[in-house]
């Protein structure tokens, strides 16, 4: 007679359809974040901008 089965866990290889979505995942957060941090410098821009325009700033040109 055979001893007890033991139930032992399996390694399998790595999965490409997880791995695709992981990626995926990673790539539209990473995105995201470049998106917002290049929306907020565009933001800054366009209020320096529209400051300049109105006279309310000057810009002076730096001597050597």
Do not use: C
């Not at 997880?18 to 995926?24: F, P, Q």
């Not at 929306?39 to 800054?44: D, G, I, L, S, V």
């Amino acid at each position: 007679m055979a001893g007890p089965r033991i139930a032992h866990a399996t390694l399998k290889g790595p999965s490409v359809v997880k791995e695709i979505l992981i990626g995926i995942a990673l790539g539209i957060t990473a995105g995201s974040v470049w998106k917002m941090h290049h929306w907020n410098e565009q933001r800054k821009v366009r209020a320096f901008y529209d400051l300049l325009d109105k006279g309310e700033i000057t810009v002076v040109a730096a001597e050597e």
